[in-house]
């Protein structure tokens, strides 16, 4: 007969699992909440006190952590000495252990938790009982998680050994536990430690930035890029495919309003708010028609099928919305390897950042923008109800643009956006030649730049265009050569006090 030790804290789907355990031959020795479960269900369940000849103590903490138990999981069935020592004592051994941990992670979130609380939820037999399964991984099946339930018994069901796969998943299980565990420790105490991020499954990617370079993506732990943005037609996607979406997922995670953003490289060469969605297409279309070609398209509503016809008059890599109407996802469908996204929108973007370096990462908070009631005009002239709306929509897309950044916009659509450039006032001069290229007029429009105006260069140029307002950070050793030349010109000018940088 097979032996199976449950203890488990989460209990979903448990009893079932059981009964199938139960059907396969396994007999029952449990802890004592979840042998009572079992009983319920109408089990034959051995506790673990009938093996031990201990009672549970110190409210709970002690269960499991007796040599009686240990012994039967950690027995190397193929070592005579091993075996004699069990025989001896009359130990059983242990072929399955299926434990999960206190809610560590889930409980220190708790806006009210104390430390109290917190160190309770530290678990110590669990973690034991699921290392020494795992280290006899040969003889001994682990499994952690209600979602492995059906993986072991369709495996006991084809004869498969799958005790390496859940040794693996079951040493991360412990070691993404005790980092937190660790985590929560060091704050407050030291600004010295390990940075670690968890990550799960892998995906392979089509390919990297470029054809011949292969590349992964790992998702979080929770909340994963899989989770989060789901595909539902086209082709694998790639490397640059993951970090447009991405890129287009913080920008449009900036508007309320029915808003578009196309997408390409990772800079938004069009962004505009409308009525609708339709009406938001069209306009960030027409800010630059010629660079969405092979670009991305993301919106920030159900996507309808008028709109869907729309977008398929240029060609798109990929098409992203948080939902779609059927007919949409059906004419949509006809091109097979257009990507079609749907993303979760009640996700919160993360509020940290990270990349890779050569020796190690560099990390950063993610950037926000300023509250509005920050804002602080610094010309003699004050913006108009719409100059300030129209210079914070400016700022919102400008923050997602490549710098050095300006970008124009009128009426919640961009007309020219500058990036990439060396220096400011070639960003400046290459938004407006963007702009002028597309046939726009930027009489009236609103100016922002992602960091202060070294030089009144580009506000000589700003003013030519017949631009009203500007928006930046402000900060520099000149600004009161730039605000002077603003009041010269009768721009408004707004310092928000806070760079956007994005290299």
């Known amino acids: 007969m097979k032996r199976a030790l449950i203890s488990v804290y989460d209990k979903t789907g448990i009893a079932e699992f059981a009964v199938e355990l139960v059907s396969y031959g396994y007999e029952i020795v449990s802890t004592s909440r979840t042998a009572q479960l079992l009983r319920d269900v109408g089990l034959n369940v051995k506790s673990i006190e009938e093996i031990t000849n201990i009672p549970e103590m110190l409210d709970g903490r002690v269960k499991t952590l007796q040599y009686q138990i240990f012994a039967g999981i950690l027995a190397d069935r193929e070592d005579r000495s091993h075996m004699e020592d069990v025989e001896r004592l ?27 609380e917190a160190i309770e939820q530290i678990d110590i037999g669990g973690v034991s009982l699921i290392r020494a399964a795992a280290k006899n991984y040969r ?20 004869e498969e050994n799958v005790n390496r796969i859940l040794a693996s998943e079951a040493f991360y299980y412990v070691s993404l536990y005790d980092l937190q565990i660790s985590e929560y420790f060091r704050k407050g105490v030291s600004d010295k430690g390990i940075f670690y991020q968890p990550f799960k499954t ?23 890029f899989s989770d989060i943005f789901k595909q539902l037609h086209g082709k694998e996607l790639s490397y640059v495919n993951v970090l447009d ?14 808003t578009c953003a196309i997408i390409k490289h990772a800079s938004p060469c069009g962004v505009a708010s409308g009525s609708d969605i339709r009406e938001a297409y069209e306009k960030a279309f027409s800010s630059d028609t010629v660079s969405p070609f092979g670009g991305i398209i993301i919106f920030n509503r159900r996507l309808d099928l008028n709109t869907a016809v729309e ?4 060609f ?13 996802l059906e004419f949509l469908f006809r091109k097979k390897n257009r990507r079609i996204i749907k ?6 973007l993360q509020k940290e950042e990270f990349r890779s370096i050569t020796g190690g990462i560099i990390y950063q908070d993610s950037d926000i923008f300023i509250n509005e009631s920050d804002l602080r005009v610094v010309t003699k002239r004050y913006p108009t109800e719409n100059e300030k709306k129209d210079m914070i929509f400016a700022m919102k897309v400008c923050k997602h643009v490549k710098s050095n950044a300006v970008v124009f916009v009128k009426d919640f659509k961009t007309l020219g956006i500058g990036s990439g450039q060396t220096s400011r006032v070639d960003s400046t ?7 002028e290229r597309s046939g726009h007029s930027l009489a009236g429009s609103a100016v922002a730049s992602d960091a202060f105006f070294p030089f009144a260069d580009s506000i000589a140029e700003i003013s030519k265009t017949g631009a009203s307002s500007v928006i930046q950070p402000g900060g520099s050793v000149r600004d009161e050569e730039v605000i002077h030349l603003a009041n010269e010109k009768n721009l408004t000018m707004i310092f928000t006090g806070l760079r956007h940088f994005k290299h």
């Open 90 to 116: 009359g130990l059983p051994t242990f072929d399955l252990v299926c434990v999960n941990l206190y809610p560590f992670a889930d409980t220190i979130k708790k806006k009210d938790c104390s430390e109290e």
């Open 245 to 258: 979406i991405d890129a287009s997922y913080r920008l449009i995670k900036e508007f309320s309003a029915p």
């Open 202 to 224: 892998k995906q392979e990617l089509r390919y990297g930035e470029n054809p011949h370079q292969k590349a992964w993506l790992y998702n979080a732990h929770k909340e994963g």
């Open 139 to 158: 003889y001994v099946s682990v499994i952690v998680s209600p979602s492995q339930y059906k993986f072991f018994i369709d495996s006991v069901k084809k």
């Open 311 to 314: 977008t398929d008059k240029v």
């Open 429 to 435: 001069l290459l938004a407006v030649s963007k702009a």
């Open 316 to 328: 798109t890599e990929i098409i992203i919305a948080p939902d779609y109407d059927d007919d949409a």
């Open 343 to 348: 993303y979760d929108e009640s996700h919160n």
